[in-house]
């Protein structure tokens, strides 16, 4: 089978948020498996793309209202990232550092979209099914199927995958000319509350629908930013399935970037050498137990509660536990963690920025993972912190209510239920009396290490959906 993936992000080519680890890993067990695999993205001013080798395999224009922008197909030569990667270069757009975040976000990627398309149609084949993901690429599926010029695609499989549905891609009628000839009678198709909405496009004219784990899929029909109607129409051809980890980056036994490899064998000795040098680093005690923090600094995965639950749980638990927080994102919430820095000092530290390394070693070398998230259709982070034999703390919502069991209920994680400073402290409060039962606590780590969230079996969930749909042709 050969499969497209179109997206805005992908590991380590240009990454965000959990999107980029998902379409840089689950693409690479799709051609273990057997299938002709293809990425494609923009092209960015990356890291990745100047120390990488490209050649141009097609290039054209790319027609966008009144103006027309070159573009270029490259591929990545060695195929190292274990699938064929592309990237679609349009200079006047993508050549930046920055991802997201511009006023012209519209056009840059609904050009990449069309650039995509074109380039698609220019081939001497077309795809057995094409993954689009997040409204980034959810006007593909209404593309394919109603614009005259991508007529040779219209039977060919399309399937929308969701990783935060709060991000809708939404403009305004007057950019309607952007996109190719179509037949205005479906004009409609476009329409959610009055705008053209990318991401309801891509839900409505998609084969399939995926999210990235069950339970977002269920709370996605009563909260979902103004759709919850759309999904519970499309219901019959939705699926949740959990996302998995790359088991060859995420391996503690064979991870690089720690102080000290472990197994679940002896973890106990690793993982105390990991604490020791993170612990060196942040000026921490490696004798009490740590709690890390490591994401954007947002209201959606409950930053703004950080400031004051630390706070509270560091004057609570004087001088007895260690907390630290690796992360950025609300500039209000990052200052108000660093005023906390004088306070709590050898108890406290925070990294306000992200560090690749760093965060493996945090992983590795931390005792419990702090996510009081308001917002989380998957999530990666508590299944990196299991692996790593790092207990997490977890608000029960979207994919961490279908990973982490309280151990209380004999799991692998401490829960609670809701998004507020009370909650996180008593969570807290509870790990930090867990870690003074070194029985218990190395039982529910061992527990945790030995969960398989590997790519294998979300492959063949993926490889499932591909085939029911191309079934109905």
Not at 97 to 126: C, H, M, P
Request: net charge negative; glycine share 8%.
């Amino acid at each position: 089978m050969e499969i497209f993936h179109i997206s805005a992000e992908c590991y380590p080519v240009a990454k965000v948020g959990g999107l980029a680890d998902v379409v840089g890993a689950l693409p690479k067990y799709q051609n273990n498996a057997g299938h002709q695999v293809r990425v494609v993205m923009p092209c960015y001013d990356t890291k990745f793309k100047k120390e990488n080798d490209f050649e141009c395999v097609h290039w054209g224009n790319v027609k966008f209202g009144n103006f027309n922008f070159p573009f270029s197909v490259l591929k990545e030569k060695t195929d190292k990232l274990g699938f064929e990667l592309y990237l679609v270069e349009i200079q006047e757009l993508f050549d930046r550092k920055d991802v997201y975040g511009y006023q012209d976000d519209i056009e840059r990627f609904l050009s990449f979209q069309i650039a995509t398309l074109d380039w698609i149609i220019g081939r001497n084949k077309v795809p057995d099914v094409i993954n689009c993901h997040d409204h980034h690429t959810g006007l593909i599926p209404f593309m394919m199927l109603y614009c005259h010029k991508y007529e040779k695609l219209r039977n060919t499989p399309s399937m929308i995958t969701i990783h935060n549905g709060l991000y809708q891609g939404q403009f305004g009628f007057d950019k309607l000319h952007y996109i190719p000839e179509f037949d205005l009678a479906h004009v409609n198709v476009l329409e959610w509350d009055k705008c053209i909405n990318s991401l309801a496009v891509g839900i409505k004219c998609a084969w399939a629908v995926t999210t990235v784990s069950p339970n977002y899929l269920n709370e996605i029909n009563y909260s979902a930013n103004g759709l919850e109607s759309l999904f519970n129409l499309v219901r019959y051809k939705s699926r949740g399935i959990l996302n998995g980890i790359d088991i060859e980056v995420w391996d503690p036994a064979k991870d690089a970037m720690l102080e000290k490899n472990y197994s679940i064998k002896n973890f106990e000795k690793g993982k105390q050498e990991n604490k020791e040098k993170l612990c060196n680093l942040f000026n921490l005690d490696p004798t009490k137990p740590l709690f890390s923090f490591i994401g954007r600094l947002l209201e959606e995965k409950g930053g703004d509660l950080l400031p004051h639950a630390a706070a509270l749980a560091l004057s609570e638990n004087y001088q007895q536990i260690n907390i630290l927080i690796l992360g950025s994102g609300n500039p209000i919430i990052e200052n108000q963690l660093n005023s906390l820095l004088s306070d709590y000092k050898g108890n406290y530290n925070t990294f306000i920025g992200y560090n690749e390394e760093l965060a493996h070693l945090i992983y590795a070398g931390s005792d419990f993972l702090l996510m009081p998230s308001r917002v989380e259709p998957c999530g990666l982070n508590q299944m990196y912190s299991l692996r790593y034999g790092t207990i997490p703390i977890v608000r029960r919502t979207g994919g961490l209510r279908d990973t982490v069991i309280d151990f209380g209920d004999d799991g692998n994680g401490i829960c609670h239920d809701q998004a507020t400073v009370g909650d996180v402290c008593y969570s807290i409060q509870r790990a930090a009396n867990l870690y003074n039962d070194k029985n218990n606590l190395n039982k529910i780590i061992k527990k945790g290490m030995s969960t398989d969230h590997s790519w294998e079996r979300v492959c063949l969930e993926y490889i499932e959906m591909y085939n029911l749909i191309s079934n109905k042709k």
